[in-house]
């Protein structure tokens, strides 16, 4: 079976986090609207009867799974991305919606007013928001994943095998460092098993073909993980 | 068995959408730091192996489960607060997102620049924020949660009978009447089928009975839904 996925053709995003669990996973897939066009994904978006609130989004049999979160839960149980222990399967969910959290207010950062008005027009109210962000925002995020990688004694984290989270923690650090290279050079000596992780990932088969292939698009300034050199510091 | 919820306690913030659907549900709970205070909540939350990020989360078996939304998604598996077929599971969690992606949006009105500054200093980044957030999200938001209880042709969002995320549509409705007393007057006609089910989770028993107990906090100025006047609007 093929799945269908829909994302904006045009950035990494939040689809990323999707795309590369499915990669690392060798499941197949169609990146809809990359083939399609964002007319058709706006079209197919508003023809489910239970709609989904923004894309990503996979369909499935007539239906739409939506939110990061969510689809990788789906593709977890699916397809053994995850162990399917209680324990293990909430506490992975946790640490993806830790990430959506923390993914979300990398986007408040260039957008603190909101969505609807550019960049350019909020770069005052950026810079403020930028500086918390770095300064409390980040280290008490990646903190707080490399205390949950730690919690592990394998190298992933949880057992000794990847699993979707894993994936979801090597593009937050790919977003970020795209973003805020300066501070992450900072930081990155104080979370040694999140990188060795985010290395890790980088290496399995699907995503190192992935990452040479030209499905792969590169970070850029309409994404979620903008660089605006002016919102970098140490 | 009576669980251990840990959350802040004195404000209703995240917590309450897990407060409202415990007490729909008639489930047993202790809201633990309203018995042994912030300190007691602190120490708690460090002690896990698997640590939250932050509060909310249900003490269980030593393990923590934390975010609303994966709390919510255990508690409606385990007491059937919500249909157990596979399509109508993720669907309820993706609504579920969503409510925290707009959660996570109002506590930004009033905190554009970030949580680690005050209300005060970033009273005219909020104004703006505020106004966006009026003009543009809440009608987006709002109208995709009534298009997603229009999917269902019974009274509540699923089926015939009440779900863990009808009581989250709830609390939101509450929180944002609250926050935006006048914006919602205009609103509210536009989206009745949001309101009836809010009445109709109101009238619930359970939910009557909190309601009416000094186990509701009432919504301040320290929560996520803060009525600030400056910051409503028709």
């Not at 939506?66 to 990788?72: E, P, Q």
């Not at 993806?96 to 027009?121: F, K, R, S």
């Not at 300064?135 to 949880?158: C, S, T, V």
């Not at 057992?159 to 050079?185: A, I, N």
Request: proline share 6%; charged share 25%.
């Amino acid at each position: 079976m093929t799945y269908r996925l829909w994302y904006w053709p045009s950035i990494q995003g939040r689809g990323e986090f999707v795309r590369v669990s499915l990669e690392a996973g060798g499941i197949d897939y169609v990146d809809c609207a990359r083939e399609e066009g964002v007319d058709a994904l706006v079209e197919n978006m508003e023809a489910y009867k239970r709609p989904p609130y923004a894309p990503p989004y996979l369909e499935l049999d007539g239906m739409a799974i939506a939110h990061v979160a969510n689809i990788l839960l789906y593709l977890g149980e699916r397809h053994a991305l995850a162990p399917s222990n209680m324990a293990d399967r909430y506490w992975l969910h946790q640490i993806e919606l830790t990430i959506a959290d923390m993914v979300a207010e990398a986007h408040n950062v260039h957008h603190p007013v909101g969505g609807g008005a550019y960049y350019e027009d909020q770069k005052d109210e950026a810079a403020r928001a930028a500086q918390q962000f770095r300064e409390e925002r980040m280290p008490k995020f990646l903190g707080h994943f490399e205390a949950a990688a730690k919690a592990n004694e394998g190298d992933w984290l949880i057992d000794h095998r990847w699993c979707y989270t894993d994936c979801s923690l090597f593009q937050l650090v790919e977003g970020l460092r795209y973003m805020f290279p300066k501070r992450m050079k900072t930081i990155e000596p104080d979370i040694p098993k999140l990188i060795a992780i985010h290395d890790a990932v980088a290496d399995l088969p699907g995503v190192k073909s992935y990452l040479n292939s030209d499905r792969r698009l590169p970070f850029n300034e309409d994404g979620i993980f903008r660089h605006y050199p002016e919102l970098d510091g140490q």
